[in-house]
């Protein structure tokens, strides 16, 4: 077999210090799910892309490119990741100019749109159609006994929900910002829960201004202790946000991610009223080769 050429790029930030890294395989054809886990996990990375060519679309082929795209972390295949599908639509705007995509995911099909600003690119992706659901009140105890907050360190304004939005994610509240920031969580014990919900991340939320939040999300599911900045959470944060009323229908959320770890990004979280899909976007940047 012969060995794809893996990319690595930052998504949700412009600066390679920033943002979350993923692999990129742009042409995957012929590779198996242990062959791509086994990428994955070499890489280290929480999330690799692999996509597969699958040609234009529309009269005479001339509509967006089309990929079938997976998405594997060290330890699994997950449906859906937002910074890699950031990533890998930077990736392919550098080799053939910015546009639009079709990414055809395991959650469902996943429309991307590149563009350069000032020099920098920016990518665009639109979520499946996203929903909540309530946490049964012993699975949140559980989830907060794992990550040892107590239950007065939440923020009674936003109530803890899982949101999907082409992954599974329990969005819990945190009241400050300096409870956000001490995070250390039992492994063992959060992950047993997470695989039990099917939850591909948490998403821990504080509330800095009517439209700003910052974001941490554990990830131990995937291999990794923290995800530092996270697409599809943040498209399920969005529709968890309008589903309770936290924000209008038509908005435009700014999420700050990865600033405790010392690789900040930002990702834009766009709600356009009568559409219930969610538009995710950031900036995106090649990382150093070694």
Same mark, same amino acid.
Do not use: S
């Given at each position: 077999m012969t060995h794809p050429e893996v990319l690595r790029y930052t998504a949700f930030s412009a600066? &390679? !210090? +920033?943002?979350? &890294?993923a692999g990129v395989v742009l042409d995957s054809t012929g590779l198996d799910a242990a062959a791509m886990l086994g990428i994955a996990a070499a890489l280290g990375y929480s999330e690799t892309a692999f996509l597969t060519p699958a040609g234009p679309t529309g009269p005479g082929g001339t509509g967006p490119g089309v990929f079938d795209v997976r998405y594997f972390s060290p330890k699994t295949e997950v449906p859906f990741c937002g910074h890699a599908t950031v990533a890998a639509a930077v990736a392919l705007a550098e080799r053939s100019g910015p546009g639009a995509l079709l990414f055809r995911t395991a959650a469902g099909e996943v429309p991307v749109e590149t563009a350069r600003n000032d020099g920098r690119l920016r990518a665009t992706l639109t979520s499946v159609e996203p929903h909540t659901e309530e946490i049964a009140d012993a699975d949140l105890t559980e989830a907060l006994a794992a990550l040892d907050w107590p239950a007065a360190d939440l923020d009674p304004a936003l109530p803890p929900?899982? !949101? %999907?939005a082409g992954a599974r994610h329990l969005v819990i509240g945190a009241a400050t910002r300096e409870r956000l920031a001490a995070l250390s969580y039992d492994v063992p014990r959060l992950t047993a829960l997470m695989e039990r919900l099917d939850l591909v991340t948490l998403q821990l939320v504080h509330r800095a201004a009517p439209e700003v939040f910052h974001v941490r999300d554990p990830f131990p599911v995937g291999g990794v202790y923290e995800d530092p900045?996270? +697409? *599809? !959470? *943040?498209? *399920? %944060?969005?529709a968890y946000a309008r589903e309770l009323g936290l924000v209008p229908a038509a908005s435009v959320l700014t999420l700050h991610q990865g600033e405790d770890l010392g690789r900040p990004g930002v990702l834009t979280v766009e709600l356009r009223a009568g559409d219930p899909r969610v538009r995710v976007s950031g900036e995106g940047a090649a990382l150093p080769t070694a």
């Open positions: 600066d &390679p !210090a +920033g943002g979350n &890294p929900r899982i !949101a %999907f900045a996270t +697409g *599809a !959470a *943040a498209a *399920a %944060f969005g």
